[in-house]
């Protein structure tokens, strides 16, 4: 009798392990995404929620479905959006890729350094995650302002004669991107280079390849899914980003996020919102499914 | 050879000077005297007094501090049990669903996140009268939703190093999975729920674009406050509140490290997993 306790008692623990946090995440994680899907499809309205049901009970409890394409017949007509996601994506893609060339040499330098420098290197690198992100862009205003240390600089060596317009520009964008998403790119860059199998470097130099070929034909490639996965980590947080481009850009600066941003809390139109952020989504289940794949490919590699 | 470790060294030098020297310069003119930030006009706490008077400041400090403790509390829990569900629990129901799950968060850009949460809780408010308004609470369930994934990857990424060996020993000796839990893996991973826990901290005392769609009138947190303020420009009591913040956490974070550092060295040689 006990053990039947004990057994009920065990497959209570599990049920409670995995699915308290699998119904959470099912909740308030994957209905919502749902939800934005349906709500893509609706009026705006002028009420509270702003939007018509999709689903209406009042008729004799008939579930009648209500669908408009308006809201995207409405993005794919107006230029400004096609413009907004076609730039955030080039601005992801050039950041990632600035992210790349000066992480990658970053993280190389940090795996070849000695154990107690290579600790406070790593430590300085994870440091930034855990400082306040907006205040890190926010430290990019003064810098960068007329006034800013940048001009002041490049003032008194003669470089240029007058201040430069450095804030509010497509410029300070990508700088401000590149700065914060920097510390995700070498993160995964170091975790790859620091399991590399040095003895294959000294094998390829033995047969007299030089370092340059070494680099290109061992270290490259035996580093891709560190590349990949910190390229990731930047790219699809980088495309919807919100407030690099609306404190360091122009007023110009069409990037979706804000556009997302400011169609949902100045004009209010939650339905176009919703549609915003649907084909955001589709264009990111790509690198979101990439993700996913070397995310669960490391785990396993982390088991054996 | 001497060539390239020339070159390292530079590389890592501008490196860190990109990462670290923004910073410095914020908190070097945060003691400055001047409201223009490029004129230096001599040293001053002014910006922190003014910041210590400014209610509005204090008020959102107090909320997100608040926020972050409850959402940090729950999604330390939660993301302990899910990542002792994928690497514990063997195969069950959705397996492939959750890993999804708990990955997707990690890299969802925020507006997407911010606005499907929204419109799940108008949504519920609608079906079934909950949340009656939106605020603090909403704040806090949405928080702990993006950050128990963070928590899970780092307990995942801890339990898949350590020793099984215990644990089975455990098991064998006719512990239940429950006790065995709670004795043996828990201490083993408490170092990773300590640093999920501060994540989970730091990203909830953060967080601008998630709360600003889900928070209500009356509810603003710190970020949100600041961001109203700097929208327009530089504002020198953000400075002085930006100094405060970044030297507090930093510290944190030091000591949080170094302790664990010591905790590990005291236990078993152990590789350290990174956050």
Known sequence: MNNRYAEIADKAWRLFVVYLPYLWLLLFFLTPFLIVFKISFSDPVIAQPPFTPLFDWTKNGVNALYVTFDNFVFLFEDDLYWSSYLKSVRVAAVSTFCCLVIGYPMAYAITRAKTTTRNILLLLVILPFWTSFLLRVYAWMGMLSTHGLINKGLLSIGLIDEPMKLLYTDFAVYLGIVYAYLPFMVLPLYAALQRLDLSMHEAASDLGATPFRVFIDITLPMSSAGIIAGCLLVFIPAIGEYVIPALLGGADSLMIGRQLFNEFFENRDWPVASAVATILLFILVIPIMLFQRYQITDGTSGNE | ?275
């Open chain 2, 1 to 275: 050879m001497r060539q390239r470790s020339t070159f390292l060294f530079t590389t890592l030098a501008f490196g860190y000077a990109f990462l670290y020297l923004p910073i410095v310069i914020l908190m070097v003119y945060s003691f400055n005297d001047s409201r223009i930030q490029s004129v230096w006009n001599g040293f001053s706490l002014r910006w922190y007094s003014a910041l210590l008077n400014n209610a509005q400041v204090i008020d959102a400090a107090l909320l997100s501090l608040q926020i972050a403790l409850i959402s940090a509390t729950i999604a330390t829990i939660l993301g302990t049990l899910a990542g002792l569900s994928l690497t514990h629990m063997g195969r069950f129901k959705g397996r492939l669903l959750f890993t999804g799950l708990i990955a997707a968060p990690l890299i969802m850009p925020e507006v997407i996140t911010g606005l499907s949460l929204l419109l799940v809780f108008v949504s519920t408010e609608q079906l079934i009268g909950w949340p009656e308004s939106r605020g603090t609470l909403t704040i806090i369930f949405a928080h702990i939703t993006f950050s128990m994934a963070f928590v899970a990857v780092i307990v995942q990424s801890r339990l898949s190093t350590v020793d099984k060996s215990l644990e089975e020993a455990a098991m064998d000796l006719g512990g239940r999975p429950f006790r065995v839990a709670i004795d043996v893996t828990l201490p083993l991973i408490a170092p990773a729920m300590v640093s999920g826990w501060l994540l989970a901290f730091t990203l909830s005392l953060d967080d601008l674009v998630i709360a600003s769609f889900v928070s209500g009138p009356g509810s603003s947190t710190l970020p949100m406050v600041i961001f109203s303020k700097v929208k327009l420009g530089v504002a020198p009591d953000v400075n002085a509140l930006a100094t405060l913040v970044i030297t507090l956490v930093g510290i944190g974070v030091v000591i949080a490290g170094f302790v664990m550092h010591r905790m590990e060295k005291s236990r078993r040689p152990h590789p350290q997993a990174i956050p």
